[in-house]
């Protein structure tokens, strides 16, 4: 059974930072897609950062510059490197997998249960 946990998430200053950790279990990360995505509330998801098969990126323009989206294999850990955050930026963040290995174009079949990041101005 897949499981994505993310953690990281909390409250900070306009400008500040947060580091998102998304562990998945019962999962194999390496030649698979994974991505970060975010709902702020009345609006749709997002997506914010993709992680492909074959380890390209592709960045949300709202985010472009300041988010950066890495993984550890060996872990099958994501993460999410947040910066110059701002109150646009608040939201529930979500972790996604795709469960078939070596696939470019992405669907995503697991999602965790969300870290709430809440930016203050």
């Known amino acids: 059974q897949v499981q994505l946990v993310e953690s990281g998430g909390g409250s900070v200053q306009s400008g500040g930072s947060l580091r998102l950790s998304c562990i998945a279990s019962?999962?194999?990360?390496?030649?698979?897609?994974m991505g970060w995505f975010r709902q702020a509330p009345g609006k749709d998801r997002e997506e914010v950062a993709v992680?492909?098969?074959?380890?390209?990126?592709r960045y949300g323009d709202s985010v472009l510059g300041r988010f950066s989206i890495s993984r550890d294999n060996a872990k099958n850990t994501l993460y999410l490197q947040m910066n110059s955050l701002t109150p646009e930026d608040t939201a529930m963040y979500y972790c996604?997998?795709?469960?078939?290995?070596?696939?470019?174009?992405?669907?995503?079949?697991?999602w965790g249960q969300g870290t709430q990041v809440t930016v203050s101005s």
């Open positions: 996604a997998a795709d469960k078939r290995p070596f696939y470019f174009s992405c669907q995503y079949h697991y």
């Open positions: 992680i492909r098969s074959d380890e390209s990126i």
């Open positions: 019962g999962y194999t990360a390496s030649n698979r897609c």
